[in-house]
């Protein structure tokens, strides 16, 4: 007898549009989004500067509105939820990591690690060997006391990726995650991007225009005109 239980996708989108007003003109960017991540799965989302692709992360991200369509995260439809339980269900499930790093610049590299968690109620002492288990993993250990200021472009975005695995987030968005990078610093980051997400058993939602790197990821996912092919 075969086994018909069905995964839950860790994001489901359904029609997914948004749209923005520039003077009389309508721009349509997302025209109708339908896309399933399953859990552990690392997809691409490929295509030029300005075809949408931050805009459909923040939508995933939920981190604004003005969206129509369906998102659901963990099986919990998002469009559904107030606020505060939005919120929740971000800071349950989701980690970000940006172009540029956004690191708090008076914090060092374990402490830029350590916030995220004691937000999420950590204890500090959990919080601080989590950060160091990662930092670790990403070759900082010997670069837990220095401040962004102190880091390299490399190693600040690779404490970038620590942040946003601190919190064990069932998937990690990243936009253009090694977009400010040199070639050789950005094969560096991104493959020790995929083996921490990999190990880490998350999926993962990757923005970027570059091929080579999309090929590397399990799916890849192109939008074009509002649409993913």
Not at 28 to 54: F, H, N, Q
Not at 144 to 152: C, I, N, T
Not at 197 to 202: H, N, Q, T
């Amino acid at each position: 007898m075969s086994d018909t239980t069905a995964i839950t996708p860790v994001v489901r989108l359904r029609a997914l549009k948004r749209s923005f007003q520039q003077g009389d003109t309508i721009i349509e960017v997302l025209r109708g989004v339908d896309l399933d991540i399953m859990p552990g799965e690392i997809v691409a989302l490929l295509g030029p500067s300005g075809t949408g692709k931050s805009t459909m992360l923040q939508a995933v991200g939920l981190l604004e509105g003005g969206f129509e369509g369906s998102i659901a995260i963990a099986g919990e439809e998002a469009s559904r939820l107030p606020t505060d339980e939005r919120t929740r269900l971000r800071r349950e499930n989701l980690g970000f990591v940006y172009q540029f790093h956004h690191l708090l610049p008076d914090f060092n590299a374990r402490e830029n690690v350590v916030m995220p968690q004691m937000i999420a109620g950590t204890d500090r002492s959990e919080a601080e060997k989590r950060a160091e288990e990662l930092l670790i993993a990403l070759g900082l250990g010997h670069r837990l006391e220095h401040r962004p200021s102190q880091l390299s472009g490399g190693e600040q975005q690779r404490v970038a990726v620590a942040r946003a695995l601190a919190n064990r987030p069932m998937l990690v968005l990243a936009d253009e995650p090694t977009g400010n990078l040199d070639e050789h610093t950005s094969e560096r980051v991104l493959s020790q991007f995929l083996e921490l997400v990999r190990g880490e058993g998350s999926a993962a939602l990757v923005a970027t225009h570059n091929e080579r790197l999309a090929a590397r990821m399990d799916r890849v996912v192109r939008l074009h005109e509002g649409v993913l092919e």
